[in-house]
């Protein structure tokens, strides 16, 4: 049982007869762990009813000892039989949690122009198998986005297999989404299927592509390519049928300039692009989204929330939403466990948020003096104020700033020192 839970197993092959608990036990405790893993009873004191008991403790089959030379290709053949069986449960359990989620259009909120513009891309690409690379800040639901294609598509019937390539240290992505064969590397003990594998027949989706390594790239070009691939460790060429959909939040044009990524890949990913945009491009559907939200936490957390109030609604309207629709479900379910029942008004908002509202624009109070202004001046003032202001609103968090403010990372960081701007 240590063993089981500490690293991933294909089959088990247990005696009935052993010390501590008998191997139906073991079957029933290895089932309450991971119900998908197959077992296989042998014993030396077979009977009708203790081949029955076994199945019934879930094993997969139960053979009689001792078994001859000719058996044992029998026995092998069994084995082969049980981990494919293992696997297709794996396989089909996964399936049917990804399906209880809605994953149709419907379950994308907003109604405003430029997301039905998005939307009418991806009804029209979804019935093709052409690689898709969907960009969009973070937070703004390009995953919702790329199961939306796969479940509108003639895969939607086969897996859809998600890598978070930002997520997954360098060293260890390769096995994963390649698989590898037993002794490739220190701990790997047995043969491991790869993502790729996994979605054969069906879609992979790449996450924050922009954070893989530019050695994984040329691999990930071949798979493109020919699809094909090898597991880490293995000379044997697999075949795979995938459909690739990719993602980030980063400008790739800016990582081919700076030599972080190749080129030639992102063309081959870049079949057709998908931007998402930011919700400031679409303020028209922060009402919806805030009320879905709150119904979704409410009845998730069994609290009586009656809605929200015209005045709070208008309110997270003017917000700049740095962290877009993920940001605004982040503080629907705050908002609802804080309150917990009745309407949630602008006094239930954050301080952060209540004086976001408050602030004046850049244009407020202007007046041409009539001796002139420094022009440059001022507007490098404003600016500096403005840099100031999505410093302070993302915490000193550089990338969000330069995305609430729509300027490269690098140009951001040019301008903090150019007007000694310092963090309090």
């Known amino acids: 049982m240590a063993l089981v839970s500490s690293q991933p197993i294909d089959l088990v092959l247990s ?50 000892k001792p078994f001859e030379q000719g058996h044992l290709d029998v026995v092998r053949r069994l084995a082969e039989q049980a981990i494919e069986h293992g696997r297709l449960k794996h396989e089909n359990r996964l399936l049917q949690n990804q399906l209880e989620t809605r994953h149709h259009f419907d379950s994308i909120i907003g109604d405003s122009h430029a997301l039905r513009r998005v939307l009418e891309i991806v009804e029209r690409v979804a019935a093709t198998d052409s690689t898709v690379l969907v960009t969009g800040e973070s937070g703004t639901g390009k995953e919702l986005i790329a199961r939306a294609i796969h479940y509108n598509s003639p895969r939607a019937s086969r897996m859809m297999v998600t890598v978070n390539c930002g997520a997954i240290p360098e060293e260890l992505l390769e096995a994963e989404l390649f698989g590898h064969v037993r002794g490739a590397f220190t701990n790997a003990v047995s043969h491991r299927e790869g993502r790729f594998a996994m979605a054969d027949g069906g879609t992979i989706f790449l996450d924050e592509i922009g954070d893989m390594s530019m050695n994984l790239q040329v691999k990930l070009l071949r798979v493109l390519q020919e699809r094909t691939f090898e597991p880490v460790g293995s000379s044997k060429t697999q075949n795979v049928d995938v459909r690739v959909i990719a993602a980030t939040h980063q400008r790739l044009a800016q990582l081919i300039e700076e030599k972080r990524f190749r080129e030639d890949l992102y063309y081959r990913l870049n079949v057709i692009p998908v931007e998402v945009p930011p919700l400031r491009e679409r303020r028209e559907d922060i009402p919806a989204l805030v009320v879905h939200f709150l119904e979704a936490h409410a009845e998730k957390n069994g609290m009586s929330i009656k809605g929200i109030s015209p005045e709070a609604i208008e309110m997270l309207c003017r917000q700049p939403w740095p962290g877009n629709v993920r940001e605004v479900e982040n503080l629907m379910e705050r908002m609802v466990i804080l309150r917990r029942e009745g309407e949630i008004g602008t006094e239930d908002l954050p301080p952060e948020y209540r004086e976001a509202a408050d602030a004046p624009s850049a244009a407020a109070g202007l007046a041409l003096a009539a001796d002139g202004i420094n022009l440059r001046g001022e507007l490098e003032a404003i600016e500096a104020r403005w840099i100031g202001e999505a410093l302070k609103r993302t915490n000193w968090n550089k990338n969000q700033a330069a995305q609430l403010l729509q300027m490269n990372r690098t140009t951001l960081l040019e301008k903090i020192k150019k007007y000694g701007i310092e963090r309090a």
């Open 15 to 64: 005696d009935v007869k052993m010390p501590g608990i008998n191997g139906l036990e073991l079957v029933r405790q290895v089932h309450e762990f991971d119900p998908d893993l197959p077992c296989i009873v042998i014993t030396g004191y077979g009977s009708p009813e203790s081949s029955v008991d076994a199945l019934r403790a879930g094993a997969f089959w139960y053979l009689e």
